[in-house]
């Protein structure tokens, strides 16, 4: 009975301080701003198809028409819609962010875990995580993605593997810090296994930072992979990626200057509003790090 | 104690870049021998580059090269890698120099100021400035920048690198001036970020209190002992900023036709030159390891109170 009641007043406690987190989130001005530009990104993207017009289809006569209220981005030397191919291009860059910010961030969760938990295969896990570091993130993510070839899964892993490094070192630092608290201890002499205490205790407790560095690999990751495909090493043509439309553009930029204008805008806007909404939560969830707003 | 993990560190990265060279797609032998060449002529080559035998054979033997300084032969230049990386990495090294002197004073002095007017419309403007330096990808804005100072003003070679022995310092200067600032925007948001919060925390902190309690001026306070303590977090990231400097180059070299490391990398990935781009990834590996080592010696000067054994 009085345990009920304990575990109830917890419960209450925990809701109570997920409610504080999200009304100071809501308050934050940053964070609000990043989230308005992300989701009408997301709405954005996800209206493409109401365009009514095949992101891919050549029209041979409308070939490099200026922005006009027929083509509201102007049209491309293929003549096709480029208002259609930028929001088909959010639906791509968008897909990409967040698989790198997941994939990234699962295994960088596990490994920082691991490593923190299991003291033998730290230096084994540190070693590899500072052999990943060694050469500059999107070098690392040029040479996997050739070798993996020009496909949008095989730039997903390239940059995933590339920030795994990061996300693990901040996971591991924040769960040897969890470690030697005390309820880890109680934890441990009754008996909880580890893989209880690693994946109950030391992974929620890395949420908050772990989430914020997720927020800012996905704006890292929109900007690599716009650099990747204009390098030619990105999902491969025809597909509208931002990055692909500005390499395409790019030798006409004399004259059409559109081409390469607005898919360059769209990417400063999705990073942009993923790094507002990174330092949103950064001051919300990690206040190590506050910076004052 | 950092020398001991460095060896590993190292031996983990070559065995890495080794498997993902070997990882690329397409047959290197037939990319030499041409789309014409008899199946007899591909499979000479591919004995004659060693191809042909286990990996393990290959990878000790590539060690072996390593251990004695050879890092390969470029299948498609027809010079050693070393050499190849030699005639390029003035270029790099150049930009890389000229955009880290326009990005330290920069990136730290806004920084400050944001953080010493916080809150104000000075902060708040140093902020958002900041973050677009973070948010505009350098590549876009190197075309745009391109377009605008070169194509319509005429004021600087849009592509192309003059070196420093040939036409002088104004020449030189003028070829790498615009790729640099290009490349330094994304390094001054990054650093003036990070100054400003390492900048909060001093600022906040009791003995500045004391400081200005007791009178010292408050130009002393803030160069003497704010600036000093700000360094040391803005310290640990420099190691982490020349990573973005190398590796923004790679991107920008390609924007502004300069003939440097990127370039000789794309170029090696494109023609399927892999001792050519396993030999450059390496000796960017060692090259940022020892960098890491100077940061974290650095560090020591700059926080006595860290001492490496």
Known sequence: MAEATILASGEAIAARRRFRVLRKLLHHRSFMAGFIIVAVMVIAALCAPLTGVDPNQMRVRLRFRPPSEVNWFGTDQFGRDLFTRTLYGAQLSLWIGLAVAVLSGVVGAAIGVLSAQFRRLDSLLMRIMDALMAAPAILLAIGLGAALGPQTHSVIIALAVAYIPRTARIVRASALVTRELEFIEAARVSGASSMRIMFKHLLPNASGPLLVQSTFVFAFAILAEAALSFIGIGPPPPAPSWGNIIAEGRQFAVQSWWIMLFPGFAISLAALGMNLLGDGLRDVLDPRLKVES | M?????????????????????????????????????????????????????????????????????????????????????????????????????????????????????????????????????????????????????????????????????????????????????????????????????????????????????????????????????????????????????????????????????????????????????????????????????????????????RYG
């Open chain 2, 2 to 306: 950092r020398l001991s993990q460095a060896v590993p560190v190292l031996l983990i990265f070559s065995v890495m870049v080794f498997m993902l060279m070997h990882l690329l797609p397409g047959d290197p032998a037939l990319a030499i021998a041409g789309p014409d060449a008899s199946p007899e002529a591909v499979q000479k080559i591919r004995e004659q580059l060693g191809l042909d035998r286990p990996l393990i054979v290959q990878l000790l033997e590539w060690f072996s090269h390593l251990a004695v300084g050879n890092f390969g032969e470029s299948l498609t230049l027809k010079q050693s890698v070393i050499s190849a990386v030699g005639e390029r990495l003035p270029v790099t090294l150049s930009l890389s120099f000229v955009s880290l002197v326009v990005t330290l004073p920069i990136g730290i002095g806004l920084g400050v100021v944001a953080a010493y007017w916080r809150n104000s419309w000075i902060d708040a403007w140093v902020m958002v400035l900041a973050l677009l330096g973070v948010s505009l990808p350098g590549f876009w804005v190197g075309i745009l920048s391109v377009l605008y100072f070169s194509v319509q003003l005429g004021w600087f070679p849009p592509s192309g690198y003059v070196p420093l022995t040939e036409g002088g310092v104004g020449p030189w200067l003028a070829s790498l001036i615009q790729p640099a600032v290009v490349l330094a925007l994304f390094q001054i948001g990054f650093l003036a970020r990070i100054t400003r919060s390492a900048m909060l925390d001093v600022l906040d902190q009791d003995f500045i209190r004391t400081a200005r309690a007791k009178g010292v001026d408050e130009w002393t306070t803030i160069a003497k002992h704010a600036f000093r303590n700000t360094l040391i977090p803005v310290v640990t990231v420099l190691g982490i900023t020349l990573s973005l400097l190398v590796g923004g180059s790679v991107v920008i070299e390609q924007v502004f036709a300069l003939p440097g490391i990127g370039r000789l990398i794309v170029q090696g990935i494109l023609n399927r030159d892999y001792p050519l781009v396993q030999g450059t990834m390496l000796l960017f590996g060692f090259a940022f390891v020892v960098i890491n080592i100077l940061v974290d010696i650095i560090y020591t000067i700059v926080d006595p109170r860290v």
